[in-house]
């Protein structure tokens, strides 16, 4: 019967447990040995919290803790540190990361304000006579402004709040149905009340920033002007090409210095440490880069207009018009600009995120390849005594796996390996006058050494100096291998593990007794050092390569195969050789080498196979993805995005655009002029909008973001996906003229002449 209900916080609500004490359930219902003391989990509720001393005395017993309270307040770095332990590499990937979105944070409010600005713009522009009005009775040039900017107040405002609740509602909509799906990604909905007022608050100081360009405008032009025309008088805009120019100026400036800085300093310490200042200049230039183009677009438009005559009627008309209303035409093009700008940022810093993701891969074995244990290690009963392993046979791992996958199975192979770490009793006051390897335990674990100036050269914080170095390349040249590096075969199973055959003289190399290397870094004068090392003991200066005491040590004659890939073993020996050495060689892994990556449901299928083979629940199926199963279709998603972001930017311009210009295709209709022409105008427009707006902005996102990634270092070669940039220059403004010629109505609604026109 049920006494209660828990909660568990590793598990979604939908999946069910049952929690039962030691004795309520036979072992032959559970059809598996009992658990070991080790892998029992004990809930402890008290009045005062587990400190992290207490931590630290639990540790030293082989007991791990997890503890609200040390998770809350952790403590000092110095407190976390081991005694004689390597200090923990630090990274600038965090700093990489914080900048990309700290330059996606910046354009996509300078986006937002330039939207609204567009939208304020089109509307200040239709309230110019009933602003004049005001203007004639009295008022001044502030509260002619203020009327503007209380506009931009009120409806910033609405906007913040129901993009709040929209965003709230949204998250609080994933969160849920990813619980409901059985996901314990996601611990519940907490939603971050400062962030979200923090961003509500930057929100709307861009609409009010927005409105402000408008509101001046109109507060600036003359009542008596206005009361005549009902339009602003139209300057030259020279002093805003001036300024636009200057801006841009300053923002190459900060753009090259920022550069210059980040690669000034050839030591990666320092690099990491002047970060934040590189980030910073590179994107405030950036931002500024966008100011500038805004500015200038007005002279660019003049400059791009002036020689139409060539064209077609329905062209030089928007060219015509785009020049007359720069009003209208700049805010559109700006807000088609920043959006451009943001979209294009995204996908060179995620290509470039990407090429880091690339070279940086760490292969576990090659692409579709897995290894399968043929030997499977049981838990210690509840009085501490061992059981013996789980041994099964290649051909029933083989079988199993063949009828779950079917035509997926390329091939297998039997992969034979020295003896692996088994039965040894690790561990705080272990008994080392007990040999490292008896008749039916074992305590070693073999490695390669590295001959001394091999190692790769890293700064005194763990940084790699230089990337490019062939000490800091290939296989295990940067990591420990693990207790199955070494293997033991031929040529046939080198070329099946490495992808690589082995010529003449390093089969030769394998039969006299060497060993075949993968890496190029663990050889010195044609010989190679194979380590012996005790698990159970721990090296005086602990190395993240040689944690343990070396027993042993056997200088190898060796030749270099290197792999397709850098996958991570140190490289094969004969049996032969392998017996000399007493390394008690036998059957270790089933390679399986598939024709392509499985599905989830192949997955699933090919895991209960393996574990009906292994008795054992909890076997899993992982095969090596590569660095190409989710890179293409990822792109192409942002590059889909980027362009939604665009489209919608220059659809809300290019619809504020045509509401503004409805006089004139009305004006355009009363003289005869037919709705093919209006509608081509209308697709012309928009056509000359985003296409310019789409250009500067992928010119104005695409460097800075360059700058970037090479300063922060996210990758070692930047990448620019120029077929998605270009796949977005073409296909915004494409779109966007298709959608106005779309919607532009064939007739127009008769309306009422205004007074005074």
């Not at 403590?75 to 081991?82: C, F, G, N």
């Not at 700006?334 to 996908?347: K, R």
């Not at 796996?401 to 079917?406: C, I, P, Q, R, V």
Request: include cysteine; glycine fraction near 10%; charge should be neutral.
């Amino acid at each position: 019967m049920p006494v209660g209900t828990l909660r568990d916080a590793n598990a979604s609500d939908r999946n069910s447990y049952i929690f039962l004490r030691d004795g309520q359930v036979p072992d032959s219902v559970l059809n598996q040995q009992p658990g070991s003391a080790q892998a029992v989990s004990y809930y402890l509720v008290g009045p005062e919290p587990v400190t992290w001393s207490l931590v630290r005395e639990a540790n030293s017993q082989g007991v791990g803790v997890l503890s609200r309270s040390v998770v809350l307040n952790p403590p000092s770095a110095d407190q976390r540190a081991i005694q004689g332990a390597p200090p923990p590499q630090r990274r600038s990937d965090f700093m990489a990361l914080y900048a990309t979105f700290g330059l996606m944070a910046a354009l996509a409010l300078l986006e937002v304000g330039l939207l609204a600005g567009a939208a304020f713009a089109v509307g200040a522009k239709r309230q110019v006579r009933e602003l004049a009005l005001l203007a004639a009775s009295g008022a001044d040039s502030p509260t002619v402004r203020s009327v503007v900017t209380a506009g931009g107040l009120w409806l910033g405002g609405i906007a913040v709040l129901s993009g709040a609740a929209l965003g709230l509602c949204s998250a609080a909509a994933v969160v849920h149905w990813v619980r409901f799906m059985g996901s314990p990604r996601f611990p519940g909905f907490h939603p971050d009340v400062p962030l979200t007022l923090v961003s509500m608050v930057m929100g709307l100081v861009c609409c009010i920033l927005a409105a402000m360009a408008p509101a001046n405008q109109v507060a600036r032009q003359a009542a008596l002007g206005a009361l005549k025309s009902g339009r602003a008088p139209a300057g030259n805009g020279k002093r805003t090409s001036l300024a636009g120019a200057a801006l841009l100026l300053v923002a190459g400036g900060l753009l090259a210095t920022g550069w210059l800085l980040g690669q000034s300093a050839a030591d990666p310490d320092i690099k990491a440490g002047q970060l934040p200042l590189v980030a910073g200049l590179l994107i405030a230039g950036a931002v500024l880069a966008v100011v500038g183009f805004v500015l200038i677009v007005g002279w660019v438009i003049v400059v791009l207009t002036a020689r139409t005559d060539w064209l077609p009627l329905s062209v030089r008309l928007a060219a015509r018009d785009s020049t007359r209303n720069r009003g209208r035409t700049i805010p559109a093009v700006a807000a088609v600009l920043a959006a451009a700008t943001l979209a294009s940022a995204a996908l060179v810093l995620l290509a470039s995120q990407q090429a880091g993701m690339r070279e940086n891969h760490y292969w576990n074995a090659l692409e579709n390849q897995t290894f399968l244990p043929l030997s499977i290690e049981r838990p210690f009963l509840a009085d501490g005594s061992s059981q013996p392993p789980v041994d099964v046979e290649a051909a029933d791992l083989s079988s199993a796996l063949t009828g779950a996958l079917g035509s997926s199975v390329a091939w297998t192979k039997m992969i034979s390996a020295p003896a692996y770490v088994r039965n040894c009793a690790f561990g705080p006051g272990s008994d080392l006058s007990v040999p490292a390897r008896t008749a039916t335990s074992n305590c070693l674990q073999y490695s390669l050494a590295k001959p001394p100036g091999n190692e790769c050269p890293v700064t005194p914080q763990g940084r790699v100096v230089n990337r490019d170095d062939w000490r800091c390349r290939g296989s295990l040249a940067q990591s420990p291998g693990s207790q199955s590096s070494i293997m033991i075969g031929d040529a046939e199973v080198i070329g099946a593990v490495l992808g690589r055959e082995a010529g003449q003289e390093a089969l030769a190399v394998l039969d006299a007794g060497g060993m075949v290397v993968t890496n190029p870094v663990f050889v010195r004068d044609g010989e190679t050092v194979l380590l012996a090392q005790d698990v159970r003991t721990q090296a005086e200066q602990p190395d993240p390569y040689l944690m343990h005491e070396t027993v042993s040590s056997t200088a190898l004659a060796a030749a270099v195969v290197e792999p397709a890939e850098a996958v991570p073993y140190y490289g094969f020996i004969s049996e032969e050789t392998a017996q000399r050495l007493g390394m008690q060689p036998g059957p270790a892994e089933l390679l399986v080498q598939l024709n392509r990556h499985p599905s989830a449901a192949e997955a699933d299928a090919a895991a209960a196979a393996v574990a009906a083979v292994y008795q054992q629940p909890r076997a899993g199926f992982w095969v090596e993805p590569g660095i190409s199963q989710e890179n293409p279709w990822m792109t192409w998603s942002i590059v889909a995005l980027s362009a939604l972001i665009t489209f919608s930017a220059a659809g809300i311009t290019a619809g504020l655009s045509l509401a503004d210009a409805r006089p004139d295709h009305a004006t355009l209709a009363a003289v005869g002029a037919s709705p093919r022409l209006r509608k081509g105008l209308a697709g012309s427009q928009a056509l000359l909008t985003s296409g310019l707006g789409t250009l500067l902005g992928c010119s104005a996102g695409a460097l800075p973001a360059v700058l970037i990634a090479s300063a922060t270092g996210m990758s070692a070669s930047v990448d620019v996906p120029w077929l998605h940039l270009l796949a977005l220059l073409v296909a915004v403004p494409l779109t966007g003229t298709f959608l106005a010629w779309l919607f532009t109505r064939a007739r127009l609604p008769a309306s009422r002449r205004a007074v005074g026109i």
